[in-house]
């Protein structure tokens, strides 16, 4: 059994859907008839400035879809692109059980400032983690190993002592680089189980 003083959970495929990776960009330019080579040449120009901070969400959609005129409105369109996150209520359920363990809870995600905040609220978050660490407001994404020593900094927390659930290895490996216990999500079922070997009840 490991003693943990902190657990980090990502959002984007461990507490839900994610916010706006590839599934949920091809879902709308199927959905908008959009130039899919053209949009994804303006996304991957855009998209670290969007997920760290320094662009709105308007002025992602400025350069990504709005760059022309469209047959539908801005509204629509984020109607839609809020509308594909979705929780995963099994492992909600397991981050409540952690958190009555009395451990320090914790999201550490890269995602935009309006997805983020909406998703927490969407996914009821705020009831389950005490601190909301995301690149917009670090002004970082994973899987730079920066991210993870800023938020132990903040956290002042002792790596060997914090855990960090993440469904992507290439999040986990920088993490494990500076210390952090780690969890490689695939489901409910085995993050529960591999908590239990952590000496949670779940």
Not at 58 to 74: G, I, K, N, Q
Not at 100 to 112: D, K
Not at 173 to 188: E, Y
Request: proline share 3%; glycine share 8%.
């Amino acid at each position: 059994m490991i003693e943990l003083d902190h657990v980090l959970f990502d959002i984007g495929g461990v507490l839900g859907s994610n916010g706006w990776d590839r599934e949920q960009r091809q879902a709308a330019i199927e959905r908008f008839a959009l130039d899919a080579e053209d949009f994804q040449y303006r996304h991957e120009e855009t998209v670290g400035a969007f997920e760290s901070g320094e662009i709105s969400l308007d002025e992602y959609l400025d350069v990504t879809v709005f760059s022309a005129p469209r047959a539908f409105t801005r509204g629509e369109f984020e109607r839609f692109m809020f509308g594909l996150s979705t929780p995963f209520p099994d492992s909600i359920r397991v981050a409540k059980a952690v958190k009555h363990s009395g451990v320090r809870m914790a999201t550490l995600n890269n995602e935009s400032r309006e997805l983020n905040e909406f998703r927490i609220e969407r996914f009821g978050l705020r009831a389950i983690f005490d601190v909301f660490f995301s690149s917009c407001w670090l002004g970082v994404r994973k899987p730079t190993g920066q991210i993870y020593e800023r938020v132990i900094g903040m956290l002042q927390a002792a790596p060997p002592r914090t855990l960090f659930i993440d469904d992507r290895e290439q999040n986990l490996a920088p993490a494990r680089a500076v210390g952090l216990q780690t969890i490689h999500f695939r489901n409910a079922s085995q993050l529960a189980a591999d908590l239990v070997k952590l000496g949670f009840t779940v």
